[in-house]
């Protein structure tokens, strides 16, 4: 190790203990056949237990209907984990210890006798504390999330109050269709459980690189001072994407771009990079920030749409060379669907910070990378000295978060060409994630998993910033008023959306950067 390495170890100053205190309880996984579980819950389990991390004692309860005994569960998720699990081969010592606290109980969601049954399998653990502290993970059909909630508050299994335990609901999204879906849930689900039980889960937040940005906002003092309206020119956040929507085109058919990806991640990013700072770390000021934030977001009048949106939907091309299928050719979606894989919108948000600043998102599906990135572009200096000269060739500052691949934050800055001549270009500071930290990368499961398990709430998304969110969707929503789709608004796969994305920058003389070319 370099000197200067030990010496920056030396120096981490941490904030919680190394190992999360997370006391025995028991995870009941509704949906335990379905691909979440295989690919990404088990996954995330095995790998805590690998680290350490997860309590003393615990066990896991798979629900769901196909009959099976837990031995053959248990062989399924150990394929599971040869075909999904990050770090191989899997170590034999740590599954087998990991399998002898799996259950398996069959039953169907909405049968009142199969919550009999599970609290019959709960009930004969050998703690209190197994029996009563009991997550139950929801990887189900956000349809039937309610109705799990009021059985397993029937069978006495979810109280509103624990008697010093806890019981706890996590959920996947999506939270509702629109705002007023999501509010129906939000009713349906504090019947049966106080919100501080209700873990809703946007994986994003779980990244590395997401729960980053905080940091680098509110433990550094050059950025922050130019965190604002004064210096920044606009705001731009892309997560784009290769895949087509393979054989999710029966969900997405009901979704579509703007629900499935601008509504959760998108907004969440945008709340983390331009919320102020929350009054401590704790989630509920964290929370209160985003929701104010979310709040200030200028709600789009169904006129301004066109205007400030860009919606699209891919048609057949090529991706990095492979071909693509268009959207309307592919499984479970109807040939003449308007369902849009792609979305940029033009914000603004409304406080003292951000006033007249635009905030760029967009997110598409079939696009020839897939990275997410955010890029805070800087103003440029004033038209004298090098820029009088240089005209728009001398460009401005630009920061860009890399949240995925090639995790990083880079500064793009104006230098010298060596040499007796006087040229300039833009030059750039790295920070790797790699290079810096090596290759280790959680997945956002598992720090998701353990926060649930811990009680910690600060990376799960509260009941009103769904609902904020979903405002400025439906929003978005209302002003496409079901109008077909219209010929310039497909883009052949592999593009960058259709080219009315590009006129909603270049309009006011900007331009999307293109990710990985910071
Ligand atoms: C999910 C969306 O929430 O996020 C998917 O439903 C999308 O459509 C996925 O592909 C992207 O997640 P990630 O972590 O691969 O960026």
């Given at each position: 190790m370099h000197p200067n390495e030990a010496m920056d170890e030396l120096m981490t100053c941490r904030l919680d203990q190394a190992r999360k205190a997370v006391g025995p309880c028991t995870l009941v996984i509704f949906g335990a056949s379905g691909d979440l579980t295989a690919r990404k819950l088990i996954p995330?389990?095995?790998?805590?237990?690998?680290?350490?991390?997860?309590?003393?004692?615990?066990?896991?309860?798979?629900?769901?209907?196909?009959?099976?005994?837990?031995?053959?569960?248990?062989?399924?998720?150990?394929?599971?984990?040869?075909?999904?699990?990050?770090?191989?081969?899997?170590?034999?010592?740590?599954?087998?210890?990991?399998?002898?606290?799996?259950?398996?109980?069959?039953?169907?969601?909405?049968?009142?006798?199969?919550?009999?049954?599970?609290?019959?399998?709960?009930?004969?653990?050998?703690?209190?504390?197994?029996?009563?502290?009991?997550?139950?993970?929801?990887?189900?059909?956000?349809?039937?999330?309610?109705?799990?909630?009021?059985?397993?508050?029937?069978?006495?299994?979810?109280?509103?109050?624990?008697?010093?335990?806890?019981?706890?609901?996590v959920i996947e999204k999506p939270f509702g269709h629109d705002l007023e879906t999501a509010r129906e849930l939000n009713h349906e689900l504090t019947r049966f459980a106080h919100e501080q039980q209700v873990f809703r889960i946007d994986h994003y937040l779980g990244k590395e690189t997401v729960q980053n940005i905080l940091t680098f906002r509110f433990a550094n003092s050059i950025f922050e001072r130019l965190w604002n309206r004064d210096a920044v020119d606009h705001i731009q956040i892309t997560v784009s994407e290769k895949i087509g929507v393979g054989s999710r085109g029966g969900y997405y058919e009901e979704s579509g771009a703007l629900r499935d990806m601008l509504q959760n991640h998108l907004m969440q990013v945008l709340a983390l990079v331009t919320?102020?700072?929350?009054?401590?770390?704790?989630?509920?000021?964290?929370?209160?920030?985003?929701?104010?934030?979310?709040?200030?977001?200028?709600?789009?009048?169904?006129?301004?749409?066109?205007?400030?949106?860009?919606?699209?939907?891919y048609c057949e091309g090529f991706v990095s060379g492979e071909a693509q299928a268009a959207y309307r050719d592919e499984?479970?979606?109807?040939?003449?669907?308007?369902?849009?894989?792609?979305?940029?919108?033009?914000?603004?948000?409304?406080?003292?910070?951000?006033?007249?600043?635009?905030?760029?998102?967009?997110?598409?599906?079939?696009?020839?990378?897939?990275?997410?990135?955010?890029?805070?572009?800087?103003?440029?200096?004033?038209?004298?000295?090098?820029?009088?000269?240089?005209?728009?060739?001398?460009?401005?500052?630009?920061?860009?978060?890399?949240?995925?691949?090639?995790?990083?934050?880079s500064l793009r800055f104006t230098g010298k060409v060596p040499g007796v001549g006087y040229g300039l270009r833009p030059v750039r500071m790295n920070f790797s994630y790699d290079s810096e930290f090596g290759a280790y990368t959680p997945e956002a499961y598992e720090r998701l998993l353990l926060d649930a398990i811990a009680g910690d709430a600060t990376l799960f998304i509260r009941r009103d910033e769904v609902e904020q969110a979903w405002e400025i969707a439906d929003s978005i929503r209302a002003g496409w008023d079901a109008r077909p789709l219209d010929p310039h608004e497909f883009y052949p796969a592999g593009n960058w959306g259709p080219h009315l994305a590009d006129t909603l920058l270049t309009q006011s003389g900007r331009a999307w950067r293109e990710p990985r070319n910071p």
């Open positions: 995330a389990l095995y790998h805590l237990s690998k680290d350490g991390q997860m309590p003393a004692d615990f066990r896991i309860v798979g629900f769901a209907r196909r009959a099976k005994s837990a031995a053959e569960w248990r062989a399924e998720l150990r394929e599971a984990l040869t075909a999904y699990s990050r770090s191989q081969p899997v170590d034999e010592a740590v599954w087998e210890t990991f399998a002898q606290r799996v259950d398996y109980c069959e039953g169907d969601l909405t049968d009142p006798t199969a919550y009999v049954k599970l609290a019959g399998v709960i009930g004969a653990f050998p703690t209190p504390e197994l029996r009563q502290n009991l997550l139950f993970y929801l990887a189900t059909s956000p349809s039937q999330f309610s109705v799990v909630a009021e059985q397993l508050h029937v069978a006495q299994l979810l109280h509103r109050d624990g008697h010093g335990y806890w019981q706890r609901l919320m102020e700072p929350p009054v401590s770390l704790d989630a509920e000021p964290i929370r209160d920030e985003k929701v104010k934030l979310l709040s200030s977001v200028r709600r789009l009048q169904p006129g301004q749409v066109a205007d400030h949106v860009v919606r699209g939907q499984l479970k979606v109807n040939p003449q669907s308007d369902v849009e894989t792609f979305v940029a919108v033009k914000l603004f948000i409304d406080n003292w910070r951000w006033a007249g600043v635009p905030i760029y998102l967009r997110t598409g599906k079939a696009m020839p990378l897939s990275a997410s990135e955010v890029r805070v572009q800087f103003k440029p200096t004033p038209n004298v000295l090098f820029a009088a000269q240089c005209g728009p060739l001398l460009d401005a500052n630009a920061l860009t978060l890399r949240l995925q691949p090639d995790e990083g934050i």
